[in-house]
């Protein structure tokens, strides 16, 4: 079951954008409705977890790899996964109300899920390596959300800032678990937590902890990469909200939460973490407390109080993990309120302008409230639950050299650009220049802060509910085997070391506001170096080096590069079999048959036509055409039907498909190159072709195992069918097939992306100056049109007929698919695309998709009964009137694989036939048979006359 909680919303993540054309508020309900049932589900193992024993499950993956889908939740998964879920649901709220009429709010909402479930899976993982996959969903998902207003330039920059950061931390992330692993002895996280002396006293300990430490440092924007969250704000508040808040940038302390048992304890783990933590916190906070831009003061905070968290894990001591476990609470209580809140004023006021802005408590009372009461407890006020974490922080820093006295700065700079925030936006007098006039938005905005500032003064005002429970328990499972001391919240403690540092930070912090303006005056005529400027110069370095040490070995000629490639393929060959010893081979050939031997010429003869004649592009097809049919007639001599089924199927669309593009090409290629060169291309073909030839003739005459016997025996008691071919595609090795029918829709996709830009401006022009502009006289002949629609219906019955004979007799998805796509190509070749096309309404896209998820929803049926993926399984029924059946799921699986081919063909055809503008060159005829009979009136030079020529010839 636990894995439902990180799988509901990666699968829900289908629904908002279906669910959106019923209107906004049943997507958004809907959006909610699948967080709601991923929370039920959480809360489900609480009990459990409660009890002392993590709840585990685990099915194989890859376990050549170690990798394995684990999922396991302690203390600490509880925690954040109730973050994740519980202000998600908060933030689909208020995004229904914040985002405009115009927006994609389906398109949203599946981005939102998708992140929500990568998140989820990141603190639910107990594999290690699947970690590093939702982390890595996380970083892709998050360039999506950031990116969401992808027509501002800031949008864009910050979603390619973040991805830069974070995915070259996910780089360092999988060394460091590859090397983790090794160390540990196994993937397995709950394994590796209790082997953490292992892998302190392992000499790849260091790597290990400088790989995650990076990988840590980049997702939670720790000096010194801490400058692409700021940009992440051109992202709308809801994403702010949610990902700077809860989730995304939590992700790096949740990990060094996680591996603390295993990596911590160490004087290099004290001082990079701890000081890397302090430096972000004060470094932060000090920028935060100088800028104007309500989101951006909020994020440089959220990166002050990152800083604050991971120098508390760096303190290496149980009490010290309690506090940064207790302040993970708060701070995303106070700061997804805090966010929102800045998006109300901007939604309703039309700034973020601090110096805009003030005196909104009296038009926005009920935003101000909340706003204030969430400000208060980020600025560490008694009686709101920040003041108590902050409390926790400056216990634990009490008792550390140096750190105490930076630890209070830290705190003084929080309360100042808190207060200041506060002052700035909702106190002081009302203006008259605000950009809009203000007031309090819907319910649906404030109602989720109204939530979160209640959770901030509920925990603040008493503690002890959380103390003696997630807190604690949250708290344990970060530190492992470490006992943690019992925790006691309370608002008043007495007179502490920390209540002084808290106090002395408090006045601190007002006093520093009262010279803010000379201080401002004194940083403008500093030296700041920008960090956004850094970045830039660095990626334009790196690209200009690249550019530099690519471009002498980068030529523009792909000749040369094949020329390249295929001369160090054969000096590798050449040089493998003159220095190995050689025998001949033991086995006998076989006899030789005359007709073999006139395939063989037939083939021999093409072969060489082709690379003469190669410059005719038309008859170059019709040869390569002539080698593929003599390929299949190999097949069917040696026992393999099915393969000449695809073979020729194969050979028929794509020589189809390719015919219509060539029509786009002048008749014959450019020049040829000069003699040496072709000399020497031919050289280079003429080895390859030999060394070819003599691998194939030493293995075909030498004994060797082959596994073809175990398909053959299990095809029918494994995979339920008789045709092992079939069987070793949808079973055996069915994944390979789910690849495969991938990346066909990826082809498919990069054909409509490659010759879209042929369909406008430079490449359109280009295309129709080589056209030949040649038109058949009758575009429709009757006689091809009849016979087509005749054929039709056969050919369906045909292509269905071998669809469900494939599991046991040559066939299957693949080769019906072709056939299928066959008969409808043959209506779009006798009465035009425009025809084929208004009747055949289905979607090519969406063909595509269905296949996929056929295919892959087959798959996760047998993960669901506990069987490998894609395991097929088959059972003998007795249906009335029809007998005894054999049924298997492989055939929902080939269901898969012959929708992705249809779509793949049909969305070939349809964008080649837009290119060629056949669809929209002339309305076809309407009538009998759709065909208007009659003389054909064309002009002289033969090309179809319109309507006004032809009633101008008729006049002349």
């Not at 503008?917 to 208007?932: F, N």
Request: proline content about 5%; overall charge neutral.
């Amino acid at each position: 079951m636990i894995a439902l909680i990180a799988l509901v919303p990666l699968l829900g993540a289908m629904l908002p954008p279906i669910v959106i054309r019923s209107g906004r508020d049943r997507c958004t309900a809907v959006t909610a409705v699948v967080s709601l049932v991923s929370l039920a589900v959480l809360l489900a193992q609480v009990p459990a977890v409660f009890s002392g024993e993590p709840v585990r499950t685990s099915v194989e993956w890859v376990p050549a790899l170690g990798l394995s889908f684990s999922f396991f939740l302690d203390g600490l998964g509880l925690l954040f996964a109730g973050l994740i879920l519980g202000i998600g649901l908060l933030i689909t709220l208020y995004a229904r109300f914040y985002l405009g009429r115009d927006e994609k709010v389906g398109r949203f909402f599946a981005y939102l899920l998708l992140f929500q479930g990568a998140m989820l899976g990141i603190v639910t993982s107990d594999n290690i390596l699947l970690l590093v996959v939702f982390w890595e969903l996380t970083s892709l998902s998050s360039f999506l959300l950031i990116g969401w207003w992808s027509h501002t330039p800031e949008g864009r920059q910050g979603a390619r800032m973040a991805l830069v950061v974070t995915g070259g931390g996910g780089l360092l992330l999988i060394g460091g678990m590859l090397l983790l692993g090794q160390a540990a002895g196994s993937y397995e996280l709950t394994t590796i937590l209790a082997r953490g002396e292992v892998v302190r006293g392992s000499p790849l300990y260091l790597p290990i902890l400088l790989l995650v430490l990076g990988a840590a440092f980049t997702k939670s924007a720790q000096f010194p990469f801490h400058f692409w969250l700021p940009h992440a704000m051109a992202a709308p508040t809801p994403v702010s909200a949610y990902l700077h808040s809860a989730t995304m940038v939590k992700a790096g302390v949740f990990l060094l939460a996680r591996l603390w048992p295993v990596l911590s304890g160490t004087e290099t783990w004290f001082l990079v973490v701890t000081g890397t933590g302090l430096i972000t916190m004060l470094i932060a906070a000090w920028i935060a407390l100088f800028k104007t831009d309500l989101k951006a003061i909020l994020a440089y905070s959220t990166v002050s109080h990152l800083g604050l968290m991971t120098m508390l894990l760096g303190f290496g001591t149980p009490y010290a993990v309690t506090a940064c476990v207790f302040h993970v609470i708060n701070h995303a209580t106070f700061k997804a309120a805090l966010f929102m809140s800045a998006g109300i004023v901007d939604h309703e006021a039309g700034t973020r302008d601090i110096r805009k802005l003030g005196g909104l408590r009296r038009l926005m009372p009920v935003s101000a409230t909340l706003a204030l009461i969430a400000s208060a407890s980020m600025a560490g006020i008694p009686l709101f639950n920040g003041f108590l974490s902050k409390e926790m922080m400056l216990e634990a820093a009490a008792h550390t050299a140096l750190v105490p006295s930076l630890a209070t700065l830290g705190a003084l700079l929080s309360v100042a650009y808190s207060v200041r925030f506060a002052l700035g936006v909702y106190l002081g007098p009302v203006r008259d220049d605000y950009p809009h006039r203000p007031h309090d938005p819907p319910a649906g905005m404030w109602l989720p802060v109204a939530v979160l500032a209640f959770l901030v003064l509920a925990i603040g005002v008493a503690p002890q509910l959380l103390a003696g429970g997630i807190v604690a328990l949250a708290g344990q499972a970060s530190a492992g085997p470490v006992p943690i001391p019992e925790v006691h919240l309370s608002i008043w403690h007495g007179v502490t070391p920390a209540l002084v540092m808290s106090a002395a930070a408090l006045v601190g912090g007002l006093l520093l506001l009262a010279v803010f303006g000379p201080l401002e005056r004194v940083r403008e005529k500093t030296f700041r170096p920008e960090a956004k400027a850094m970045f830039d110069a660095v990626v334009a370095g790196a690209v200009a080096a690249c550019r530099r040490g690519i471009g002498p070995m980068h030529a523009d000629s792909l000749p040369r590069w094949l020329a390249a490639i295929s001369a160090t393929i054969v000096v590798v060959g050449a040089t493998a079999f003159f220095t190995a010893t050689y025998a001949p081979g033991t086995r006998d050939l076989l006899p030789v048959e005359f007709l073999g031997v006139v395939a063989w010429v037939l083939l021999a003869a093409a072969c060489g036509a082709v690379v003469v004649l190669h410059g005719h592009r038309v008859l170059t097809l019709i040869l390569t055409s002539v080698v593929g049919l003599v390929v299949s007639l190999a097949f069917l001599q040696f026992s393999a039907p099915d393969l000449a089924l695809t073979q020729i199927s194969v050979e028929v669309v794509t020589t189809i498909l390719m015919l219509l593009a060539l029509n786009l090409l002048p008749k014959l290629t450019p020049p040829e190159h000069a003699p040496l060169r072709r000399l020497r291309d031919g050289g280079i073909a003429a080895a390859i072709g030999l060394g070819a030839a003599g691998l194939a003739y030493a293995v075909m005459t030498r004994d060797f195992t082959t596994i073809s016997d175990y398909h053959v025996t299990q095809a029918k008691p494994g995979g339920g069918g008789t045709n092992v071919v079939n069987v070793i595609l949808v079973d055996f090795r069915g994944f390979d097939t789910f690849g495969e029918i991938i990346v066909l829709c990826i082809a498919a996709l990069a054909v409509v992306a490659l010759l879209d830009s042929a369909l406008r401006g430079a490449a359109a022009r280009r295309l129709d100056a080589v056209r030949q502009g040649l038109e058949s006289a009758d575009a429709h002949p009757l006689v091809l049109v009849i016979a087509t629609r005749v054929l039709l219906p056969l050919a369906l019955a045909v292509g269905a007929y071998i669809f469900l004979r494939g599991h046991n007799e040559p066939g299957g998805g693949f080769i019906a698919g072709l056939v299928v796509a066959i008969a409808i190509i043959m209506q779009a070749m006798a009465s035009g695309y425009a025809w084929a096309a208004s009747r055949f309404r289905v979607d090519a896209h969406a063909l595509l998709g269905a296949g996929v998820l056929a295919a892959g929803v087959t798959g996760l049926g047998a993960v669901l009964l506990g069987r490998p993926f894609l395991t097929s399984w088959h059972g003998h029924f007795h249906l009335p009137l029809i007998g005894d059946v054999e049924l298997a799921s492989a055939m929902a699986f080939d269901a898969g694989v012959f929708l992705a081919v249809v779509g793949t063909v049909l969305l070939s055809l349809a964008q080649i036939s837009r290119v060629e503008a056949r669809a929209e060159h002339r309305p076809v005829p309407e009538g009998p048979l759709d065909i208007k009979f009659g003389r054909r009136q064309t002009t002289p030079t033969g090309a179809p006359l319109t309507t006004a020529r032809v009633d101008a010839a008729k006049e002349s």
